[in-house]
């Protein structure tokens, strides 16, 4: 009797084992790419170095880049409310000829503590490299009183992609406070926060979709 439990017992551990496999295989194969912060990317590096602003640099890795397209955009909110044009800089490109490509992405902002600010976008593949900007923006949205923080919204954490899904890549806050927070900015409901009590908040996104062919 007791042989035969030690078999139930482990055959049940090998059931659980196996679903457990299978049910992290379902979970990634919904992920079409996966994207990372690099902080310690040459891109970074020389901005600071050149004291140019800030930029925030990302590794992109589509799964089926050759059935892929992806929008990288900046959305603006002046006192809780989405200003116009919305999105305030966008870039978009896919369809590269490799089915898996690794890529760098990113967006900057030039003088961001002067009138004369602009922002950019750029994205450097195997086959080619595009840049948008830079872009002169409306500096009333950005006042010289109180704290601006900026940050990377991923962490350390590389984040899986799934096709249509937004995900928020850093965020701009400027408040009339004295004090910073801490928040999560993956959570919808923290988002929804910042944008109601900051002064001016900026969401960098991406988004990547599946675009087959008919």
Not at 83 to 107: A, C, M, W
Not at 135 to 146: E, H, K, R, V, Y
């Amino acid at each position: 009797m007791l042989k035969i439990r030690k078999r139930i017992l482990i055959l049940l551990c090998i059931i659980i084992a196996l679903s457990v496999g299978c049910s992290s295989k379902s979970k990634s194969s919904d992920y079409i790419g996966y994207i990372s912060a690099n902080t310690d990317s040459i891109y970074e590096q020389t901005f600071k170095e050149l004291h140019l602003g800030n930029l925030f640099n990302f590794d992109l890795k589509l799964l089926r880049a050759n059935e892929s397209w992806v929008t990288l955009w900046v959305e603006l909110y002046s006192d809780g409310v989405l200003v116009d044009p919305n999105p305030i800089i966008s870039h978009s490109y896919g369809r590269s000829p490799l089915e898996v490509e690794e890529s760098s992405t990113g967006f900057g902002i030039i003088n961001p503590n002067r009138s004369d600010k602009q922002f950019f976008m750029y994205s450097k593949y195997s086959t080619s490299s595009t840049t948008i900007g830079p872009q002169s923006i409306n500096n009333d949205f950005f006042q010289d009183q109180g704290i601006r923080t900026w940050g990377y919204a991923l962490g350390d954490e590389t984040i899986g992609l799934k096709s249509g899904e937004e995900v928020i890549l850093a965020v701009y806050q400027q408040g009339g406070g004295n004090s910073v927070r801490t928040y999560n900015y993956q959570d919808p409901e923290a988002i929804t926060e910042i944008i109601n009590i900051d002064n001016t908040v900026l969401l960098l996104k991406i988004k990547v979709e599946e675009d087959k062919e008919d």
